[in-house]
């Protein structure tokens, strides 16, 4: 059961390149979400999502798109990257209310600098 | 819009003895959900703890407590007989109720670096 896998760990982009963060998850949950985390920033919400078919915005949603085309992967993209989007990047998912894992298991992230 | 609100950027303790990270929120909603996360310097994010806040009950889980006061709208997490490897940032997170119609997603405080002298 290998959880959350995000990849890559590590990239760097240049300003004005696009790139897709992936997320796989292999305990059927159908809920998703994708998270920054900037220094004295605490963990800001980007997209998410509620099952297959279904996504909406978080807090910082600007520059970022996704997809939730099946239960499993939910990939962030990056349209045109700009130094701002410097930061590492989390990706979440949750079993759904009433269970005994109502709680969001997280990838070990992905540090993206642009430069 | 829900808020998170972490006062305490460090906090230091001797081993062995007991720490309360303090956290309070603000929201417009009666059901919800809260949590503490632990990111050591793996910057893996781990749960520690949640609570649903319609129980009344605090939660609990070995070392970690909670004290979930909901008029006042304060969750603070306490650590009993701190351990070297509890030293790590400390989140607070807030989860709407998404079955009663409530947007997904976590809601951060800006997180508590957590210190343990030996």
């Known amino acids: 059961n290998a959880g959350v896998t995000q990849t890559p760990k590590f990239q760097v982009l240049k300003t004005g390149q696009s790139m897709t963060l992936q997320c796989a998850q292999d305990?059927?949950?159908?809920?998703m979400s994708w998270y920054r985390q900037d220094p004295g920033m605490g963990l800001r919400l980007i997209h998410y999502s509620v099952g297959a078919g279904i996504t909406d915005q978080g807090e910082v949603p600007n520059g970022y798109n996704v997809s939730r085309s099946t239960t499993e992967d939910f990939p962030l993209r990056l349209l045109s990257a700009a130094p701002s989007q410097t930061s590492v990047y989390f990706c979440?998912?949750?079993?759904?209310?009433?269970?005994?894992?109502?709680?969001?298991?997280f990838g070990s992230g992905t540090r993206l600098t642009v430069v | 819009a829900q808020t998170v609100t972490q006062s305490q950027p460090e906090m230091s303790v001797q081993e062995a003895e007991t720490v309360t990270l303090s956290c309070t929120y603000d929201t417009s909603e009666s059901d919800y959900y809260l949590f503490w996360y632990k990111q050591p310097p793996s910057r893996q994010m781990i749960l520690v703890i949640r609570?649903?806040?319609?129980?009344?009950q605090n939660a609990t889980e070995n070392r970690f407590s909670v004290n979930f006061q909901k008029a006042a709208k304060s969750f603070s997490l306490k650590i009993s007989d701190s351990q070297l490897g509890d030293a790590a940032m400390y989140f607070c997170a807030y989860r709407s109720y998404v079955a009663g119609g409530g947007a997904d997603g976590l809601t951060f405080g800006k997180g508590t670096h957590l210190i343990i002298q030996p």
């Open positions: 609570q649903e806040a319609y129980k009344q």
């Open positions: 979440a998912s949750s079993d759904v209310y009433g269970t005994k894992n109502y709680g969001y298991t």
């Open positions: 305990m059927n949950h159908e809920y």
